[in-house]
């Protein structure tokens, strides 16, 4: 693994909100076509990291590169143009505008392609996503599954070289969960590094092939999902919290 | 894969919104062969806010920009052509470079104005209208702070001069539409309704939301000069004070809120229903005042997508329709 260059790099990132560590200078990679998990209690930085990836937020110490180049004094549209695409836990979609024009911002800002090819790419991830039934209907009027389902289709037509993927299986069934693994799984057979934190770690495990658990902003444990989630320190920051793996 | 996409602009076709709004602007342009100046006179006035209230839309009701110092480009725009009068330059052709100006000053000011945020944007924008004012009455050859006359129309026919300038501000009320209409179509269209919508998704999903915001702000500008430039033709004289009043924000507020504020067809009710409150009632007074802003909080209230919002919502009306409609 540490043979292939990284397409993401995160080096001694730190974050603190007052008191409070949100990120104890972590360093972790990733590589073009793994899709990797990150799993941790509530408050152990999990969302912070992914601001601190795509221009949300600034770290107070560290390194945030793809491709090895820093990325730290470009704003989140410039990030998302090289190919960094997040998803937001609350859904944030854009409620007066419809699904399909929701994706059309994004295939031509983000994804940055010309006016014919971005109707091209917005239908085809409304096909891939299944959210072509909902193409005309205004975003602001989905159910919330629906809205999970537009920001990962948000994310794909940016074309992304990174997928931050926020909670999008949380509340689905398991069949949904299901549908949901087998788009993430097409994404990554096109190169994509695929960074998913997740509560559902039944999600999780069959979709990732390796997990990076955080607490406290600090990394507990990392490695393929069977050892990780046996990993008595990792059982013990998860102490109370339903693993259902 | 899919073979074809067709994308239309909306559910129905857009040309007839078009054809419609081309009809009624070469009616409107017959009429001064029809009515009395005085008819054409009211409608000058009019357009003229037509004009102001839908670059303010522009601003509030796609940039989520509250501006109440858009005056600042309405002086610019009048103090243009007076400058240019006083130099000989004919005050009709003196219009595109009031555009001109008021685009290029607002350029450095955004710059300025746009390090504050939300309220502070809004006090911002009417200091730095103050600012102009209070640099403009420095200069006597321009009136100081007493006004004076717009040269350059004295030996013109009167009526002919009416009609000119009936023309022109149809001709700028038309032109900030099929601007509002152009922009809001283009793919910057798209961008603006995401920043309205949620401005941190639409930075996340590549917007350059800074870009966009300034480049409304600039647009918004020059047609507020626009409308600044009719204003000195169509009473023939400035006084500072007046043209740099905050009371033109007010006016553009009151009638996008009315209207519908994010729409384009919002300004075009709002300015109709302002135009009739103001004729039927400007005689009471102050009764007059207090009836336009009960109206304007009522709407407020109750129909936060002003009269326009209502009628869209119900009849799935939309004259000038911005959207893409995805064909299967």
């Known amino acids: 693994m540490t043979a292939e260059a990284a ?60 491709d090895g180049r820093s990325v730290l004094r470009l704003d989140p549209a410039t990030r998302c143009r090289l190919g960094i695409a997040r998803t937001y836990q609350v859904p944030r979609p854009f409620e007066n505008m419809t699904v399909f024009e929701n994706l059309l911002v994004a295939a031509y800002r983000g994804g940055q392609v010309s006016r014919p090819q971005g109707y091209a790419v917005a239908a085809e991830v409304l096909e891939e996503t299944g959210l072509s039934p909902d193409a005309n209907r205004p975003a602001g009027r989905l159910g919330l599954l629906q809205r999970k389902r537009l ?87 998860y102490l109370g919290v339903d693993i259902d793996a | 894969m899919i073979a074809a996409v067709r994308v239309t602009r909306s559910r129905r076709s857009a040309l007839w919104g078009l054809i419609g709004a081309a009809v009624v602007v070469v009616l409107l342009a017959t009429l001064p062969y029809v009515v009395y100046a005085d008819v054409t006179d009211l409608l000058v006035n009019a357009f003229i806010l037509l004009v102001l209230a839908s670059m303010w839309n522009l601003l509030a009701g796609y940039c989520g920009l509250i501006s109440v110092g858009q005056q600042a480009y309405v002086g610019i725009g009048a103090y243009t052509v007076l400058v240019l009068a006083q130099h000989g330059i004919n005050p009709y052709l003196a219009i595109p470079f009031a555009v001109v100006v008021a685009a290029a000053i607002a350029v450095p000011v955004s710059f300025l104005v746009f390090r504050l945020r939300a309220e502070y944007f809004a006090i911002g924008t009417w200091v730095v209208a103050e600012v102009f004012f209070l640099v403009l009455i420095r200069f006597r050859s321009l009136g100081g702070g007493t006004g004076t006359g717009l040269p350059g129309l004295a030996l013109v026919d009167p009526a002919f001069r009416q009609a000119l300038t009936y023309w022109s501000a149809l001709g700028v009320a038309a032109a900030a539409l099929l601007t509002t209409y152009l922009l809001l179509s283009s793919r910057m269209g798209l961008d603006l309704t995401a920043i309205r919508d949620n401005e941190m998704a639409a930075r996340s999903s590549g917007v350059r939301v800074t870009w966009a915001k300034r480049v409304v702000y600039v647009v918004s500008a020059a047609g507020c000069g626009a409308g600044g430039a009719l204003l000195i033709i169509s009473q023939l004289n400035v006084l500072a004070s007046a043209i740099f009043s905050v009371g033109w924000s007010a006016k553009m507020i009151f009638i996008a809120l009315i209207g519908g504020v994010g729409s384009i067809e919002g300004p075009i009710i709002g300015t109709a229903v302002y135009t009739v409150i103001q004729q039927t009632l400007a005689q009471f007074g102050a009764w007059y005042l207090i009836l336009l802003g009960s109206v304007a909080v009522l709407i407020a209230m109750y129909l936060p997508r002003g009269i326009w919002g209502v009628v869209t919502g119900r009849l799935h009306i939309q004259v000038f329709p911005v959207g893409y409609w995805l064909h299967r």
């Open chain 1, 7 to 66: 397409l993401l790099e995160l080096a001694g990132v730190s974050k603190r909100f007052g008191r409070i560590t949100v990120a104890d200078s972590l360093s972790l990679r990733f590589t073009a076509g793994e899709t990797v998990g990150i799993v941790g209690p509530n408050g152990a930085g999990k969302s912070t990291l992914f601001a601190m990836i795509a221009g949300d937020l600034k770290p107070d110490a560290g390194d945030v590169r793809i």
């Open chain 1, 151 to 237: 920001e990962l289709a948000r994310g794909l037509a940016t074309r992304p070289r990174v997928l931050l993927l926020d909670e999008v299986a949380g509340g689905l069934t398991d069949p949904e969960v299901a549908q949901l693994v087998d788009i993430v799984e097409q994404v990554r057979q096109r190169s994509v590094a695929v960074v998913w934190v997740e509560h559902v770690v039944h999600a999780l495990t069959s979709a990732v092939s390796r997990i990076i658990c955080l607490a406290g902003g600090r990394l507990i444990a990392e490695g393929d999902p069977e050892s990780v989630l046996a990993n008595p320190e990792v059982k013990e920051v």
